[in-house]
């Protein structure tokens, strides 16, 4: 499928960010990543991160939805352990402006 051709695709990761794309929306408006928690974690390592999803910019990932308020941003790793973008009650790739490929980064501060 194109979704699993596309999460193939590599990221851009260093110390300082990663890169990823948005490799899916699913019929909620969530846009699943290609950015897998495996990387996040090892460059993480306690920095502080800022996630940049079209004009927004998120500094923490959740645990699930129910974290956040009705239309508040949520990132949180998904049951694939890819990260996920999504608006409570809304959907996301409308309300960001995204669509498939468009970019996702993560900035880590020293």
């Not at 290609?34 to 940049?52: A, E, M, Q, W, Y």
């Not at 500094?59 to 352990?81: K, Q, R």
Request: charged share 25%.
């Amino acid at each position: 499928t194109e979704m699993k051709r596309f999460l193939k695709r590599s990221i851009k990761a260093n110390k300082q960010e990663i890169i990823g794309h948005v490799a899916h929306i699913d019929h909620y408006g969530n846009l699943l990543t290609n950015i897998p928690k495996r990387d996040f974690d090892i460059l993480s390592k306690d920095k502080k991160f800022t996630v940049g999803i079209g004009k927004e910019h998120i500094t923490e990932i959740n645990n699930s939805p129910v974290d956040v308020d009705a239309g508040d941003c949520f990132v949180l790793f998904n049951h694939m352990g890819m990260l996920e973008v999504g608006i409570k009650n809304g959907h996301a790739a409308q309300l960001l402006g995204l669509q498939f490929d468009s970019p996702i980064w993560i900035k880590f501060e020293e």
